[in-house]
């Protein structure tokens, strides 16, 4: 109770829900300008509505690069000479500081303009940041996934607990006083797997943890996406392409505008403008994003477990080899795809593993029901509107979670992360 009423001053308003306590932020008085959540999903915040942050000259921050040589039934092709090693950033304080992990979400690297922001606010606030790429990134399946094939998320967490000794164990001067953990979308999936993980090693002992707009079920979330690349899109046909459409759009903004302005204002001026996208097109946006990153994934992972789903087990792959032809084979592998020709079936040889529901059951946030609501130091923060729920996921988080949950009313898919209120709300949970 006393949490629910730290935010009830910091936000001013809200309802608590009665059977199960979650924090529930009152639409009248958040103040998110954006009520369409597929515009919220592709524009985020207005900038004005951003707090202030630190330019990239002001943090003491560096790239650097671990070797987890991890045990493998297989080498990696010539053409991942630039992946053997898993780069990461880390951004540190003059004083002694907790650390906190960043996990970037589906396919994304450890450089993710919504990891960007999150290093920038943690680092204001006086933390060290160490961003870490997606076990979905084609860099850390090539680098530091043993199956490298993503997406059975008890070995993605042990791959990124390995990850995170090696980093620890490459930057020993940083003077560490508690280590926290956060990830966003899948990396907020992620992050529970690992603290669960962490649990039994007690490597770090995270004191905090916080999941922002993680899937419930994940399953249900990619069905979700994929399910946004079939919308009928009215102007598109046998002669016009949706790219064509979108990018006609773009060039009419630009003309009415009189100039070329590509800044983090763009989508949200644009979609302001009378060449706006409509719902129908931003749902095939936001879906062909997710379907590039599927079929990213499903490309890498076939690649190097030499499948023979998209490459030819036997085919001569060399630094200078064209991989258009395979990309476009693997632009029609959804995720839905993917999981069924890849993972189940890794899935099944490994563990005797049986059914798509058990697999189901295993990967998503029911597998940690039991630990995530008896752990008080794991906090979720989420989206009434945001695409990748279904039916019942946000009973299941306020079942769980009760007012450890934080649900906001708008915001889409993290596209409220970057908000004032958003953003001073993920700090007062981190200062406890």
Same mark, same amino acid.
């Given at each position: 109770m006393l949490r629910s009423l730290r935010f009830a001053a910091l936000f001013g308003g809200l309802i608590l829900s009665a059977s199960a306590l979650a924090v529930e932020i009152d639409a009248a008085s958040y103040g998110y300008p954006?009520?369409?959540?597929?515009?919220?999903?592709?524009?985020?915040?207005?900038?004005?509505?951003?707090?202030?942050?630190?330019? #990239? #000259?002001? $943090?003491?921050?560096?790239?650097?690069?671990?070797?987890?040589?991890?045990e493998r039934a297989f080498e990696l092709p010539d053409n991942f000479w630039a992946v053997k090693k898993l780069d990461y950033r880390i951004a540190t304080q003059d004083h002694a500081a907790p650390l906190i992990f960043l996990i970037?979400?589906?396919?994304?690297?450890?450089?993710?303009?919504?990891?960007?922001?999150?290093?920038?606010?943690?680092?204001?606030?006086?933390?060290?940041?160490?961003?870490?790429?997606?076990?979905?990134?084609?860099?850390?399946?090539?680098?530091?996934?043993?199956?490298?094939?993503?997406?059975?998320?008890?070995?993605?967490?042990?791959?990124?607990?390995?990850?995170?000794?090696?980093?620890?164990?490459?930057?020993?001067?940083?003077?560490?006083?508690?280590?926290?953990?956060?990830?966003?979308?899948?990396?907020?999936? #992620?992050?529970?797997?690992?603290?669960?993980?962490?649990?039994?090693?007690?490597?770090?002992?995270?004191?905090?943890?916080?999941?922002?707009?993680?899937?419930?079920?994940?399953?249900?979330? $990619?069905?979700?996406?994929?399910?946004?690349?079939?919308?009928?899109?009215?102007? $598109?046909?046998?002669?016009?392409?949706?790219?064509?459409?979108?990018?006609?759009?773009?060039?009419?903004?630009?003309?009415?505008?009189?100039? $070329?302005?590509?800044? #983090?204002?763009?989508?949200?001026?644009?979609?302001?403008?009378?060449?706006?996208?409509?719902?129908e097109q931003m749902a095939m946006l936001i879906g062909t994003s997710f379907r590039f990153s599927a079929a990213d994934i499903a490309f890498t992972s076939d690649l190097i477990n030499r499948r023979g789903l998209i490459t030819p087990p036997k085919f001569p792959i060399t630094e200078g080899t064209s991989l258009t032809p395979f990309l476009k084979r693997a632009l029609q592998c959804d995720f839905d795809c993917y999981i069924t020709e890849q993972v189940i079936p890794m899935w099944r040889a490994r563990t005797d593993g049986g059914s798509l529901l058990q697999l189901i059951d295993q990967v998503s946030l029911y597998a940690l029901k039991d630990y995530l609501h008896e752990s008080p130091k794991i906090a979720v923060m989420h989206n009434a509107d945001d695409v990748i729920l279904g039916p019942g996921d946000l009973g299941f988080l306020r079942r769980t979670f009760g007012d450890r949950l934080t649900v906001y009313p708008l915001g889409g898919h993290c596209g409220n992360i970057n908000y004032r209120v958003n953003s001073d709300a993920m700090l007062e949970f981190f200062r406890g």
């Open positions: 954006l009520t369409n959540p597929f515009e919220a999903t592709i524009a985020t915040t207005p900038p004005d509505l951003r707090p202030e942050l630190p330019l #990239d #000259d002001d $943090i003491d921050q560096t790239v650097r690069s671990v070797t987890l040589r991890p970037a979400g589906t396919g994304a690297r450890y450089d993710s303009s919504l990891n960007e922001y999150l290093k920038k606010l943690y680092y204001k606030a006086g933390y060290h940041v160490v961003q870490l790429s997606s076990p979905t990134s084609y860099d850390f399946m090539s680098a530091a996934s043993r199956f490298a094939t993503p997406g059975v998320s008890k070995e993605d967490a042990e791959d990124m607990y390995r990850v995170m000794q090696a980093v620890r164990a490459q930057n020993p001067k940083v003077p560490v006083t508690d280590y926290y953990l956060t990830g966003y979308s899948l990396g907020a999936l #992620d992050a529970a797997f690992v603290s669960h993980l962490d649990e039994t090693r007690r490597s770090f002992n995270f004191k905090k943890v916080l999941l922002l707009n993680p899937p419930v079920n994940l399953y249900t979330s $990619i069905t979700n996406l994929d399910k946004l690349v079939q919308t009928e899109v009215k102007g $598109i046909n046998n002669s016009t392409t949706f790219y064509e459409l979108v990018l006609n759009k773009l060039t009419r903004y630009f003309q009415q505008k009189g100039y $070329i302005d590509l800044n #983090d204002a763009l989508l949200y001026d644009f979609q302001q403008s009378k060449q706006h996208l409509t719902n």
